[in-house]
C-alpha cells in the first residue's frame, strides 16, 4: 500500500502541470457551452492538492494502485440560479462529454422522508471526437468530476462543511428536528424561485401582446416598464444603432424606471402601444440626436449607458433638452439615494 501510494503522489506532482492545464481547457469549454443555454451563478475548477490526495489515499487503504483511478483529480463546480437549470446543464454534458455513469451520482434522488445535501455529480472525460482536436489531443482519457448544484444547494453544503459533519447519523438528535426543517425550507425555496420565474416569464409574454396592443385597462407600471425594455423591438432596434457608434448598453434597467415613469406621466402616455408607436415615430430622430452628441463630447467619453435610456432620450428630443447618458449607478448610499443622471 505504501509502495502504490508513493508512487501515486510522485506521478500526481508530476502530472500537475497537465492537470492544471486540463482544467483550464475544460472549465472554458463548459462556459462557452452553458451560456447560450443558462446564466449560470458561477462555474469554477479546482486541482486536487498533494495533501488531499495523500490523505484519500489512507482512508482508501488499497483501492488505488495508480493515478488514472483517481477521478476527481480535476474537480469542477457549476452553480446554477435555478434548480430545473441542473437537469439542463446535465443534457449539455450527456452530448458533449463521456460520462463514466458506474462513478456519477444523482445525490438529488434522496429519499422522500429525508433532507439534505442534494447535487448531481459527474465523472467524465472529453467525447471521442473532441480529443481527436489538436488543442484537446493530450488531455485523451484524462478524468474531471463535475457538481452541478442551485445557489440554494450550494449554500446548504457550504454550511454543512462548516458544521463539519458527513451524514445524517453525525447529527445530534436534539438538532435533527431543526436540520430537516432547514433543509426542507431551502428545498421549498429552489421549487419557489423555479415558479417564481415562470410567472416573471409569462408576464413578458404579456407585456410583449400590449405592446402590439391598444388597452386602456393595461396601465404602464414599473414591471411592465422593466419588461417592454426587454421586449420592445422598436427600442432594442434604436439602442443597437447607438451602441455600434457609441458605447455598449448595460442590461440592468431598474435604476431608471422611476425616471421613465415620471416623463411618461407629464407626457400623458399611459399604455405601452402608445409608448411603441412614440418611439417608433422618433427612431431615426433619437439615434442621429443622441450619436451626434456622444461625438461632439471631449474625451473620456462613457463607456457605456443603461438599456431602456432611449425612452428618456426621447422625452428629452420631444421636449428640446440637451441628451445626457444614462450611466449605470454607483452603489447608494443611504436610504433617499436616487438614480443619476450624468452627462455625456
Known amino acids: 500500500m505504501k509502495e502504490h501510494s508513493a508512487a501515486i503522489l510522485t506521478e500526481f506532482n508530476n502530472s500537475k502541470l497537465l492537470l492544471h492545464g486540463f482544467g483550464e481547457v475544460v472549465n472554458t469549454l463548459i462556459k462557452s457551452l452553458v451560456k447560450d443555454t443558462i446564466n449560470p451563478h458561477q462555474i469554477s475548477f479546482r486541482i486536487k492538492d498533494s495533501d488531499s ?11 488505488y494502485t495508480a493515478l ?4 476527481d483529480l480535476v474537480g469542477l463546480r457549476i452553480i446554477t440560479y435555478f434548480e ?40 467524465a472525460s472529453l467525447s471521442d471526437e473532441r480529443a481527436k482536436l489538436t488543442e484537446y489531443k493530450k488531455y485523451k482519457g484524462l478524468k474531471f468530476e463535475v457538481q452541478i448544484r442551485s445557489i440554494l444547494q450550494h449554500s446548504w453544503a457550504e454550511i454543512e462543511h462548516d458544521l463539519g459533519y458527513k451524514g445524517e447519523s453525525e447529527i445530534p438528535k436534539t438538532a435533527k428536528r431543526t436540520f430537516y426543517r432547514v433543509a426542507a425550507l431551502l ?13 416573471i ?28 425594455i426587454k421586449e420592445s423591438t422598436t427600442l432594442n432596434e434604436i439602442e443597437s444603432e447607438i451602441e455600434i457608434i457609441t458605447c455598449e448598453r448595460n442590461s440592468n434597467s431598474t435604476n431608471i424606471t422611476d425616471i421613465i415613469l415620471e416623463d411618461l406621466s407629464n407626457h400623458k402616455i399611459e399604455t ?12 431615426e430622430n433619437i439615434v442621429k440626436w443622441n450619436i451626434d452628441y456622444y461625438l461632439s463630447m471631449p474625451e473620456p467619453r462613457p463607456k457605456n449607458f443603461i438599456a431602456g435610456a432611449a425612452i428618456i432620450w426621447l422625452f428629452r428630443l420631444i421636449d428640446g433638452v440637451e441628451p445626457k447618458i444614462m450611466l449605470p ?11 443619476k443622471l450624468e452627462g455625456k
Not at 187 to 199: G, S
Not at 272 to 283: A, I, R, V, Y
Not at 329 to 339: D, F, Q, V
Request: net charge negative.
Open 329 to 339: 449607478r454607483k452603489k447608494a448610499i443611504g436610504k433617499n439615494s436616487s438614480p
Open 201 to 228: 416569464e409569462d408576464h413578458e409574454l404579456i407585456i410583449k401582446h400590449q405592446i402590439l396592443t391598444s388597452s386602456p385597462e393595461n396601465k404602464i407600471d414599473a414591471s411592465s416598464i422593466i419588461a417592454f
Open 68 to 71: 488514472n483511478e483517481i477521478t
Open 187 to 199: 428545498e421549498q425555496a429552489d421549487i419557489e424561485f423555479v415558479k417564481l420565474r415562470q410567472q
Open 84 to 123: 430545473d437549470d441542473i437537469d439542463k446543464v446535465a443534457d449539455i454534458f450527456k452530448t458533449e462529454f463521456d460520462i463514466d455513469f458506474p462513478n456519477s451520482v444523482d445525490k438529488r434522488l434522496i429519499e422522500s422522508d429525508k433532507f439534505g445535501y442534494r447535487s448531481l455529480h459527474y465523472v
Open 272 to 283: 405601452l402601444f402608445e409608448l411603441e408607436k412614440l418611439l417608433s415615430d422618433n427612431k
Open 53 to 63: 490526495l495523500a490523505n484519500k489515499l489512507l482512508k482508501k487503504n488499497d483501492k
